[in-house]
């Protein structure tokens, strides 16, 4: 049973480049969040995708932007990247937009912008 | 706004000794708590969560939490740790359901 898995593993950007990172979420799961954790940070929750919408949003600039398709799957897309979006980006899914079911991660996609 | 702080940035234990790691939240109403764990290169693991009930909630790997409201605490705790065990620990607090709130992180390291 695969989990969730992300793409790329690690990239390099340098500053004003944009980059897209990919999920997929858990076999069975329809709801995908992103978090952005810094080195030394707890992750920071960015937005959360159900049924192709965004339905909630963190503390993050418009430059943060993402798409959910019909199979479930998401991108996060980052514009005019600065060096302080160099971080760790979670992607995590579960089932429904409500209800007590937990989020599950995925490992990762380490960007680092220089 | 609600907040979680973990006190210790880092934590050094004896294999075999005891591991109680600590978590305050601020939340108006009864919150959902959770424990994850990252291991280097790894995503975040659930390790126990607590919704309502008992407040002494068992999760995996010999991990259990307590809930504590009137301390505004959710501390977790193993009696024995493993070489294993070493990893980040991140307690976290749903605020609006999908939308977690994780403290900063305590870094376990075990020493033989």
């Known amino acids: 049973d695969a989990g969730v898995t992300q793409s790329p593993t690690h990239l390099i950007k340098t500053r004003g480049q944009q980059v897209t990172l990919r999920c997929s979420p858990k076999s069975g799961h329809d709801t995908v969040s992103w978090y952005q954790q810094a080195l030394g940070q707890g992750p920071q929750f960015i937005f959360q995708y159900y049924e192709e919408e965004e339905r909630q949003r963190g503390n993050f600039p418009d430059r943060f932007s993402g798409h959910q398709f019909p199979n479930y799957s998401s991108e996060l897309n980052v514009n005019a990247l600065l060096l302080g979006d160099s971080a760790l980006y979670l992607c995590?899914?579960?089932?429904?937009?409500?209800?007590?079911?937990?989020?599950?991660f995925g490992a990762g996609s380490r960007l680092t912008v220089l | 706004a609600q907040s979680v702080t973990q006190p210790d940035i880092h934590i050094t234990v004896s294999e075999g000794a005891s591991l109680e790691l600590r978590c305050n939240y601020s939340?108006?109403?009864?919150?959902?708590l959770f424990w994850y764990v990252q291991s280097p290169g790894q995503g975040l693991q659930l390790l126990l969560k607590y919704f309502s009930g008992d407040t002494l909630v068992q999760g995996i790997k010999g991990f259990e939490a307590e809930f504590k409201r009137s301390q505004s605490s959710f501390n977790l705790r193993k009696p024995s740790v493993h070489w294993s065990d070493a990893a980040e620990y991140f307690c976290a607090v749903v605020e609006v359901w999908g939308k977690f709130q994780f403290g900063a992180g305590t870094q376990v390291v075990v020493t033989p």
């Open positions: 995590a899914s579960s089932l429904g937009e409500q209800g007590t079911n937990v989020l599950t």
């Open positions: 939340y108006g109403a009864t919150p959902y």
